[in-house]
């Protein structure tokens, strides 16, 4: 299965996108969406901050980067190895 | 109350407050001076705001300044330690005292981190972001991410600045410039609260870059024409880039290896429509930003001298207006500094005819 990582934004707005081919199944991937979905973040006051999106069946999820389960941390981190500068 | 005061002040303690108020608008200038001024000093800090928000302008020219020098810094700067929780800080600098030894990202936080609260403090009689005395938080190392570590933001309450990756970005403690902005975002958080999304949003960031590249020129001592107007030029490393620039958008970075050339626009010609997601920057908030941030420009080097003492000056008065709406527009902000403009300085002033002109050449 696809999955894309997106970073988007900062003090000034550069974006950059990390794609790999994840072995994970359906039931796992529901299991990390809703550990680390945003869900609803409009109220937030952060300004310049960063956010981490992932692309996954033509779904597109803000997420907590910092609430990514165990079991799946190293699937984010060959997602943030290989995440490049989109010009 | 006139015996509890040990500053005796003769016209506070004959007149009642009631006959104060209305020699507030009192034609002679100086009886009205005395006693907005007066009652200035009667009102609690945290009332000050209010009270002075609710003056008329030719009333707030006439405030004494002087008076609230009493308000002082309230600031801290901690080491948070290479994480992304201020709950692991380390107080590092408080309030003029070390407690430990700083190294070159504390200090040049403890000297803009002074010099934005100064900047406010004596040119807008503010005190701190929410002017009613709030302690500044300053994180420094923040990050253990090379995308949390290349960067500097406002995170609703306190401010936090990555070391850079060394490759592309150096410490974002390093420009004056970058902390003014930051801060300032906080004092928008607690003014008009513009939304973060298109033209508010861009408004929101313009007023960040207005507003920190005039703490840089003052801290510098720099006029309108001594200055680069650059923002961010030195954390982003090489000779020649910089993150933004205020006197030509789209021309800080061009072609660089990474992040490749500055997308902003300096006119509604050029005007980017994106969309309102995390990839689309809100609708391109640092990117029209450069939009009004051009129409600044032009107003301050129209006027001449240091850009904070007119040109900042009306800004300022349009950025703390209870007009400025949530979801203004660029149109709505131009007429409130044209409003600004009108009310200190008069329709056929340089002031008046250079904020005209700034908006002009943004195409606004």
């Known amino acids: ?87 | 109350m006139c015996n509890n005061h040990s500053n005796f002040n003769r016209i506070r303690c004959i007149i009642p407050p009631y006959i104060n108020d209305l020699l507030m608008e009192n034609s002679d200038e100086e009886i009205a001076k005395r006693a907005i001024n007066n009652k200035l000093q009667s009102v609690a800090i945290g009332a000050r705001r209010e009270f002075i928000g609710n003056l008329k302008l030719s009333q707030k020219k006439l405030i004494n300044f002087n008076k609230l020098k009493s308000q002082k810094l309230n600031m801290e700067v901690y080491d948070i330690k290479h994480t992304t929780d201020p709950a692991f800080g380390v107080l590092l600098w408080q309030n003029g005292t070390a407690l430990h030894r700083l190294d070159r990202d504390a200090k040049n936080i403890v000297g803009a981190g002074t010099g934005t609260w100064n900047f406010y403090h004596d040119i807008f009689a503010r005190n701190s972001i929410d002017n009613l005395g709030m302690l500044l938080k300053h994180y420094i190392h923040y990050g253990n991410t090379e995308d949390d570590m290349n960067n500097a933001m406002w995170d609703g309450q306190q401010m936090l600045y990555g070391d850079g990756d060394g490759k592309i970005f150096g410490s974002f403690t390093t420009d004056i410039d970058i902390i003014g902005h930051e801060l300032t975002h906080g004092i928008t958080q607690f003014e008009s609260n513009l939304d973060y999304a298109n033209q508010s949003g861009s408004l929101n960031e313009s007023l960040s870059d207005v507003f920190g590249i005039m703490i840089k020129q003052r801290m510098l001592n720099q006029d309108v024409n001594q200055s680069n107007w650059l923002i961010g030029e030195n954390v982003l490393l090489g000779n020649k880039y910089a993150l933004r620039s205020l006197k030509a958008p789209g021309t800080a970075y061009v072609n660089h290896p990474y992040i490749g050339t500055d997308p902003q626009p300096a006119t509604m010609d050029d005007f980017i429509n994106l969309p309102n997601t995390p990839q689309g920057d809100y609708g391109g908030v640092h990117f029209n930003s450069g939009i009004p941030n051009f129409a600044f420009y032009v107003t301050a080097i129209t006027i001449g001298g240091f850009a904070w003492e007119k040109a900042g000056k009306i800004w300022y008065n349009a950025m703390v207006d209870k007009k400025l709406k949530r979801n203004a527009t660029f149109k709505d902000f131009k007429n409130l500094t044209l409003a600004k403009a009108k009310a200190l300085y008069g329709t056929n002033s340089k002031e008046y005819k250079a904020t005209v002109k700034g908006w002009k050449e943004a195409k606004v």
């Open chain 1, 1 to 87: 299965m696809k999955i894309k990582l997106q970073v988007s934004g900062g003090f000034i707005a550069i974006n950059k996108e990390s794609v790999i081919d994840a072995k994970i199944t359906d039931t796992d991937l529901d299991e990390l969406i809703a550990a680390i979905d945003l869900k609803d973040n409009s109220n937030s006051q952060i300004r310049d901050g960063k956010s981490f999106s992932l692309i996954v069946k033509n779904r597109t999820i803000i997420i907590d980067s910092n609430k990514v389960p165990e079991k799946f941390k190293s699937l984010f981190e060959e997602l943030m190895a290989n995440l490049k500068y989109q010009k």
